[in-house]
């Protein structure tokens, strides 16, 4: 089930579409500033709306938690498994947990494609939404981290993904990645995503892009302008 409009990227051609994709780029904290111009591919609601924290079950509890103990860590290990170090394979070993392989159903093959995959399991078993009630241990993706196609342009859909922490009282959601140096906690906020940090010092919004000279004027870096969806799976 897919809630709210996907809007360059249609219901129709979005599963084919995500085949293609690879897993995620590293990403730093220490990033340039962003552009103006509008975010292409971004599709994820922002405004006073977003975000909340609806009451965990158990099972959505117990992946947040799964997913703080991850952090620091530069490896990813789960039930006696390893998996790969980026963030597709992060986001794996955190529902291994749970019994849940987020890449069941849709093949094995080389090449990664993992964020992809990841967001096509979310459609087919569980749902993608927007909010404003975000759940802990639920997924949230992000476009146009790095330049997946080369053409400098910020057109590449379904490029990084994260685990839901916590919704801090400001709206602000904490999630859990892997990122160049290894699995950390950032930062988004979606009612303020154009801001890094407000007025009294406090982290809104993490560069989840590097800056380039190569980048087109309408090329963003914060996570609340990059993010695309977020998707319940554990209920």
Not at 83 to 106: H, N
Not at 229 to 235: E, L, N, S
């Amino acid at each position: 089930m897919v809630e709210g409009t996907l809007g360059t990227l249609s219901r129709s051609v979005l599963p084919v579409l995500v085949t293609g994709l690879v897993g995620c780029a590293a990403v730093d904290r220490q990033l340039g500033q962003g552009a103006n111009g509008e975010l292409a591919l971004t599709t994820g609601t922002r405004g006073e709306s977003c975000c909340v924290m609806a009451k965990a079950t158990p099972p959505q509890a117990a992946l947040a938690r799964v997913a703080r103990g991850f952090l620091g860590r530069s490896s990813i290990r789960a039930n006696g498994r390893s998996y790969s170090s980026d963030c597709s394979g992060l986001v794996r070993a955190i529902y291994a947990t749970r019994q849940v392989d987020v890449y069941s159903g849709l093949g094995e093959w080389d090449g990664g494609n993992g964020v992809g995959r990841i967001y096509t399991y979310a459609m087919q078993h569980g749902r993608i939404h927007y909010g404003p009630a975000v759940y802990p241990g639920d997924l949230v993706f992000f476009h146009n981290t790095w330049d997946f196609n080369g053409d400098g342009l910020p057109n590449d859909p379904l490029t990084h993904v994260g685990v839901v922490e916590q919704v801090e009282r400001d709206g602000t959601i904490t999630f859990v990645s892997w990122v160049s140096s290894g699995v950390e906690r950032y930062r988004m906020n979606l009612r303020h995503p154009n801001v890094h940090k407000s007025g009294n010092g406090r982290l809104l919004n993490d560069y989840l892009r590097r800056k380039t000279p190569r980048d087109s004027p309408a090329t963003r870096y914060l996570s609340g302008q990059l993010f695309a969806a977020f998707g319940t799976v554990i209920r």
